[in-house]
Nanobody, 120 residues
Framework: QVQLVETGGGLVQPGGSLRLSCAVS????????MSWHRQAPGKERELVAR????????NYADSVKGRFTISGDNAKKTVTLQMNSLKPEDTAVYYC?????????????WGQGTQVTVSS
């Protein structure tokens, strides 16, 4: 059974930092591309950051470049999103995603989400 469990969300002031973690079980980590997405109220879910299964390549949404960093730990089977210089517009529910390199449509898994609120 595949499970993705996000932790680390919360309330932070503008300019602050948060570190989100996604613990993965039930799949072969190296066969999946891992990513973080977010969904703000009234908006569609959007890709925030993605990391390849080798952890050698990453890409980011323009809105978070230079502020967010995605990383992975194969031994711990975790994917982390370090978020710095947070802005109110970063407020959203953040979701971890695992998409198979071979069958990204049929083998695609989501976590339950964690709320991030940036407010003074």
């Amino acid at each position: 059974q595949v499970q993705l469990v996000e932790t680390g969300g919360g309330l932070v002031q503008p300019g602050g930092s948060l570190r989100l973690s996604c613990a993965v079980s039930g799949l072969t980590f190296s066969d999946y591309v891992m990513s973080w997405h977010r969904q703000a109220p009234g908006k569609e879910r959007e890709l925030v950051a993605r990391i390849t299964s080798t952890f050698l390549s990453t890409n980011y949404a323009d809105s978070v470049k230079g502020r967010f960093t995605i990383s992975g730990d194969n031994a711990k089977k975790t994917v982390t999103l370090q978020m710095n210089s947070l802005k109110p517009e970063d407020t959203a529910v953040y979701y971890c995603n695992a998409a198979s390199k071979w069958n990204p449509v049929t083998s695609n898994y989501w976590g339950q989400g964690t709320q991030v609120t940036v407010s003074s």
